[in-house]
């Protein structure tokens, strides 16, 4: 005797069709990036590790300032006698301006010759001109200072975004040489709350 087919009854309803492929891929932070120093000099100081979760513009690690420093002294004693010397020559200045007009009113009363005017009045645009340069020489040396002070800055390795270090590249007391390239102290990634996955689907 035939079995009886089994019907089975459920009520209609609406949804999604959901057809699920296995894969297998690797999942990673969304972006790494190296963190480094912009100046040379000698590792002084490391504040963090592998796997140390950290944020923007925390201190990671510093480079020891003191060769750097010793720039800034000298560019700031530099701008001192450059700011000495312009003031010594404007005095002189006003001297020669006053030895010209002397020599002016004598020249106009015929007690001394055009030659001598002449000599004046060169005198007084050479000194001119010695205290243009001077002035512009204290422009550059300035801006030598700031830079000075900017590479005194630069020794400060500062995270450049919230992330997590993924690998230390230097050791306290190893020298890092920056010249063409930047040293690379650190790799970091971004958050790992939020990953990517990347894997190969079958079509």
């Given at each position: ?5 089994i019907?089975n009854?459920a009520?209609i309803l ?7 492929v ?8 969304i ?6 120093s912009?100046v040379?000099?000698?590792?002084k100081?490391?504040y963090?590790?592998y796997?140390?979760?950290v944020k923007?513009d925390?201190?990671?690690a ?5 060769l750097?420093?010793?720039q800034?002294e000298?560019?700031?004693a530099n701008?001192?006698r450059?700011e000495s010397d ?5 005095v002189?200045l006003e001297?020669?301006?006053?030895q010209?007009?002397?020599?002016k ?6 007690l001394q ?5 002449e000599?004046?009045d060169?005198a007084i645009?050479?000194r001119?001109a010695s205290?243009a340069s ?6 550059s040396?300035?801006?030598n ?8 800055k630069?020794t400060k ?19 890092v040489?920056a010249?063409m ?5 650190f790799i970091?990634s971004?958050p ?10 079958d079509e």
């Amino acid at each position: 005797v035939p079995e009886k087919p089994i019907i089975n009854k459920a009520a209609i309803l609406q949804g999604d069709i959901v057809e699920s492929v296995p894969s297998t891929g690797t999942l990673e932070a969304i972006r790494r990036f190296d963190v480094g120093s912009q100046v040379s000099g000698t590792v002084k100081n490391i504040y963090v590790d592998y796997n140390d979760i950290v944020k923007k513009d925390q201190l990671l690690a510093e480079i020891d300032p003191s060769l750097l420093q010793v720039q800034v002294e000298i560019q700031k004693a530099n701008i001192e006698r450059a700011e000495s010397d312009i003031a010594s020559q404007k005095v002189q200045l006003e001297d020669q301006m006053r030895q010209f007009e002397r020599t002016k009113n004598l020249v106009e009363r015929g007690l001394q010759n055009q030659q001598q005017y002449e000599a004046a009045d060169l005198a007084i645009k050479t000194r001119q001109a010695s205290i243009a340069s001077a002035e512009k020489g204290l422009i550059s040396t300035r801006a030598n200072l700031a830079a000075a002070e900017l590479n005194v800055k630069y020794t400060k390795i500062i995270a450049p975004a919230d992330g997590v270090i993924v690998e230390r590249r230097v050791d306290v007391g190893q020298a890092v040489q920056a010249s063409m390239s930047t040293p690379s102290f650190f790799i970091m990634s971004t958050p790992l709350d939020k990953l990517k996955l990347t894997a190969n689907v079958d079509e």
